[in-house]
């Protein structure tokens, strides 16, 4: 299916428990450009990227209906979760270093997946380490852990895991609330550069953020889709919800 | 500047009483150590000797030396932990990495959770029961199979609750970052969970080590005699299935209770032997065990 949709999500509700977190939202994400989702805590930001690489059902009580489709094939249905899961990137908003090398790090889901050549892993590791901006820092201590990194450098070996197993989607939740604006704006810079590769989901709470980089936003609150469009829209005194207008510059209320 | 008010002084004298308060209860759990270890090594050390751990009872065992109960002790400390070890470890890992919250693990919590507070005597006689009588190792006969399984029984709910907990301490953004990149759960419990909660889960192990050495009632119905000689001083000389064997635990209960004619300090070095080969066990395993953290990766 030739689609110029790599994500296609209809109707989709979510719930804990019989608490309901989104009420049947529908939208499609286009390959290979940057989607921002913006909105205040408890929107479901975190648990809509959950849902699509069906990492929520690790969460009990948790389920979904509707449907998430990924290259035209749908989530719920797939036959190889784990493929599914390896096609999409995930950075969680604290970085998180596996209790392992940075090395081990980064070859942990190629690992799984089962390669076992040393030298394509080398190679790969070093590829996602340069892809991430972390590979000049660490080259010389790839056999130290990853945990005794810094915060900026652990998030940014987080993406390079989430580089590992080469996925044509990057979901980024919050990235950089746990780093220093300089660190921030590095990986930005890779953003812009991978973005020629995959797609990229950026969820965030700093709307400048998605206005830099993003090319359309959508605005989710409460588990409602508010408005989503192209910037120049979402950015603009042309928004169609007032909502909108008021959350991007800061007098929601 | 900084002038000391009523107010002040009165919390600072309060926070001097809490400290010694506090510090004189902590000093005085050091009391009994001393005086129980203490008195029963001065009164046990005179018996002790070469010949007394390392040759057979004599005379009732009045005379002679404990090296029966000795190797009775370590076989039956072996095989209930070779049963109960592993049994515990996967269970627990069941139950914390797998299990969802359904009616199945609800009735399996209640089990380990009740069953962890079964008197031991109790469980003696259901060893008596299914392990002596039912399973019938050794023609209705005691047998150590049927004591080190009593004992497994009896320490797979501990094992269970201490490996549950080690598992439950490694971060959960562990696990979803491996199930984000793909990880099957099996993969991210072997190259992330267990290697990082091993010392802990062994810890709980370790610590049964001392109760399956000195649980006296249990054993007592099901597979150790009050007296059962070796041939020799060989180590292989029980049969695990087939034979009833001698115990440090028992043999100081019928040492300081039913023989006759008994040296005054022969008791007090059969507990000294018995606290020695806990102490030695757990000394092992705590060594062991800041090996491991010395290498803890967060």
Redesign the interface.
């Known amino acids: 299916m030739a689609s110029n949709k790599k994500i296609e999500v209809h109707d989709l509700r979510t719930f804990y428990g019989a608490k309901e977190v989104h009420h049947g939202i529908s939208f499609d994400i286009a390959p290979n450009e940057i989607f921002a989702i913006i909105g205040p805590a408890q929107s479901g930001k975190t648990t809509l990227l959950r849902a699509i ?1 069906r ?1 929520l059902e ?1 969460t ?2 948790s389920r979904m209906t509707g449907s998430i489709k990924v290259d035209g094939e749908d989530v719920q249905k797939t036959s190889n979760v ?5 096609k ?3 950075v ?1 908003p ?1 970085p ?1 270093g ?3 090398t940075i090395y081990d790090n980064v070859a ?2 190629p690992r ?2 089962g390669i076992k050549d040393k030298s394509f892993l080398d190679a790969h590791v070093e590829k996602c380490l340069r892809q991430a901006a972390l590979w000049e820092e660490v080259k010389d201590r790839l056999d130290s ?1 990853g ?1 005794k990194l810094s915060g900026g450098q652990q998030q940014r070996l ?1 993406i390079a ?2 580089l ?2 080469q996925p044509e989607i990057l979901c980024l939740d919050e990235f950089s609330i746990a780093i220093d604006p300089v660190t921030t704006m590095r990986i930005e810079d890779v953003l812009k550069e991978l973005k020629k590769e995959m797609t990229i989901i950026l969820v965030t709470n700093l709307v400048q953020q998605a206005r830099r980089l993003a090319s359309r936003t959508m605005f989710l609150w409460n588990g409602d889709i508010i408005e989503l469009d192209h910037n120049d829209v979402m950015f603009s005194d042309k928004t169609k919800d007032k909502r909108t207008y008021e959350y991007v510059n800061g007098i929601f209320g | 500047m900084f002038t000391e008010t009523p107010f002040i002084r009165k919390k600072r004298r309060n926070e001097v009483i809490a400290k010694f308060f506090f510090g004189g209860m902590a000093a005085a759990m050091v009391i009994p150590l001393f005086l129980i270890v203490g008195y029963i090594v001065i009164q046990g050390w005179p018996s002790i000797s070469w010949e007394f751990l390392t040759e057979n009872p004599r005379s009732g065992g009045a005379k002679g030396g404990i090296w029966a109960a000795i190797v009775g002790t370590f076989y039956i400390v072996f095989f209930s932990l070779a049963f109960s070890a592993p049994i515990g470890v996967l269970a627990a890992v069941y139950l914390n990495e797998y299990a969802t919250e359904n009616w199945f693990t609800r009735i399996v919590n209640l089990a380990v959770i009740n069953l962890a507070g079964v008197p031991s005597i109790v469980h003696g006689l259901f060893g008596v029961g299914a392990f002596v009588y039912f399973a019938n190792f050794n023609n209705g006969k005691k047998s150590i199979i049927a004591a080190a399984l009593t004992l497994a029984v009896m320490t797979l709910p501990v094992i269970i609750a201490s490996t549950k907990e080690a598992l439950a301490a490694v971060p959960r953004q562990f696990r979803e970052a491996c199930w984000n990149v793909g990880a099957t759960r099996w993969q991210t419990i072997w190259k992330i969970v267990l290697p990082n909660s091993i010392s802990g889960i062994l810890t709980g192990v370790i610590l049964q080590v001392s109760r399956t050495a000195g649980e006296t009632a249990p054993v007592m119905l099901t597979g150790v005699a009050t007296y059962k000689l070796l041939d020799s001083t060989g180590l292989f000389l029980y049969h695990p299935i087939t034979d009833q064997c001698m115990a440090l635990s028992m043999h100081l209960y019928y040492i300081a209770t039913q023989a006759n004619n008994v040296p005054h300090s022969t008791p007090f070095a059969i507990a000294t032997v018995l606290i020695g080969v806990v102490l030695i066990v757990n000394a092992a395993a705590i060594s062991f065990r800041v090996y491991l953290r010395s290498r803890k990766k967060w």
């Open positions: 690489n990492t690790f009990a009580g784990y493929e599914l899961r390896r999409i990137g995930m969680a604290l998180v596996l209790p392992l942990f889901a799984a997946s852990l945990t987080t895991r989430a590992s197993h």
